[in-house]
């Protein structure tokens, strides 16, 4: 489907996940884009009012800039498909199970790439199993973004905390190997992968104040690593996203990579931030492509998944 200046186009931004205030900067920035390209633009604050909201907009397509719960989960997803306004990003299984670090990784394992090993615990655990390896681990929600509620323990005193802090954000966890060494992310644009940025984070966390403190965090663009490694992260990262059904639009892909330059997949983000300083953002303008070009791709990828009639 060809989207053309003057098409009415909506923005999905904001909305009801601990994401929010990164959604209404990203979805800021993607309107002021779209208008500059020609669009017709509507912005909508998705609330428990979307369906109502999206019906009156007469909108011919949407751009999802919605992170985290609802919005990058396959949610808002299934509800564009029953009322047939094709989107940016993913599908709805594609979405749900990207969201799912868990689901994601049985994926990845399930097409040999390499991914930390990882054990899930279940709440009131008395012996909570942790991955082979021991310490130190890294304690994340299952299905939360931005590194919220995420913990690098060193020690099992430290365990019981972190895992009610993950749960702040989602009632399953999981507990992850901690890989030493360099923060890498791949962005993939349809089946493009984009030149790799190495993330150094101050304290070497790359956590939630690091991703969005101003000056906090050096990023280098291209990474600079072996060339043969550089296309070894790449070609993982596009395997990653066809492993999971993320081929439509952009995604990026994080890794870490080891002492011996053996690259693991953390996850797979469907909805990247979309701010002019966002990784997805630089990955592309090394590789010469414009914030608006940009943009404009990831609209011309929108469609639906629908079932067979």
């Known amino acids: 489907m060809k989207f053309m200046p003057g098409t009415r186009i909506g923005v999905l931004y904001g909305g009801l996940s601990a994401e929010r205030e990164v959604s209404l900067k990203s979805g800021k920035a993607v309107g002021m884009a779209l208008q500059e390209l020609g669009y017709l ?40 498909e029953y009322l047939m306004i094709p989107y940016t990003g993913p599908g709805v299984m594609a979405s749900s199970i990207a969201m799912n670090k868990v689901m994601s990784k049985r994926i990845l394992l399930s097409h040999n790439i390499p991914t930390p090993d990882y054990t899930v615990p279940s709440e009131g655990d008395q012996d909570i199993a942790v991955p082979p390896g021991g310490y130190p681990l890294v304690v994340k929600p299952v299905a939360e973004g931005s590194s919220l509620g ?111 330059n053996c690259p693991f997949v953390i996850e797979v983000n469907t909805v990247p931030g979309m701010t002019e300083t966002s990784l997805l953002p630089q990955a592309a303008k090394a590789a010469g492509i414009d914030f608006a070009t940009l943009i404009d791709r990831i609209l011309q990828g929108a469609g639906l998944d629908l079932a067979p009639s």
């Open 150 to 260: 995420v913990t690098i323990v060193t020690g099992e005193d430290q365990l019981p905390e972190a895992l009610a802090a993950a749960r702040e954000y989602s009632q399953q966890v999981m507990i992850e190997s901690y890989i030493p060494g360099l923060e890498l992310t791949a962005a993939v644009l349809g089946d493009e992968v984009l030149p790799l940025i190495e993330i150094r984070a101050q304290g070497g966390v790359y956590d939630y104040r690091a991703k969005y403190t101003k000056g906090y965090t050096e990023y280098l663009v291209p990474a600079p690593i072996a060339s043969d490694t550089a296309r070894k992260v790449q070609e993982l990262a596009r395997s990653s996203a066809r492993a999971l059904s993320c081929t439509r639009g952009a995604v990026r892909v994080d890794f870490r990579l080891d002492m011996e």
């Open 41 to 80: 633009v509507t912005m909508i604050d998705v609330d428990r009012q979307v369906v109502e909201k999206l019906k009156k907009s007469q909108v011919q397509a949407v751009f999802n800039a919605l992170h985290g719960a609802y919005g990058e989960d396959g949610t808002i997803q299934g509800v564009l």
